[in-house]
């Protein structure tokens, strides 16, 4: 699939339309990690998107927060809890946590023994059961 490169001058539409589309890549690519429980970090997640500077980061936290809002509307676990920060020992960043309290499904402090529980609670659920994280 050929990604749409997001340049500097991208209207509205654009940068929709390839957070769209990178999402779609993502949810792909977490299902795949998903029956494995296997944690992927931010970086490497833009790198196995192959998506282009600049802010590979930030399209992937994009991507990421519109992929736990379609979870939210389909009452599903939070797939996007898989992707990791390194620097933050294995959790989520911030943005995790506060996509998580926007769509009322986390109201603890993201830095607390909360953020930890409801990580680990939320990185765990059916995946690896055979069972598709996306429900198919």
Do not use: C, N
Not at 50 to 60: C, D, N
Not at 67 to 74: G, N, T
Not at 93 to 116: C, M, N, T, V, Y
Request: no cysteine; charged share 25%.
């Amino acid at each position: 699939m050929t990604l749409v490169q997001e340049d500097r001058g991208a209207g509205p539409e654009t940068s929709a339309e390839h957070t769209r589309i990178t999402a779609k890549r993502l949810r792909s690519h977490l299902e795949e990690l998903a029956g494995q429980r296997v944690p992927i970090a931010y970086r490497e997640l833009a790198k196995a998107l192959r998506l282009s500077p600049p802010r590979t980061i930030h399209q992937v936290t994009q991507a990421l927060e519109r992929v736990m809002q379609e979870d939210a509307a389909a009452s599903r676990p939070f797939i996007a809890a898989l992707a990791i920060s390194r620097a933050r020992g294995g959790r989520p960043a911030s943005g995790f946590f506060d996509r998580a309290r926007q769509l009322r499904r986390f109201a603890g402090d993201d830095e607390g023994p909360e953020a930890s529980a409801y990580h680990s609670k939320s990185s765990t659920p059916q995946w690896g059961s055979g069972r598709s994280p996306s429900g198919g």
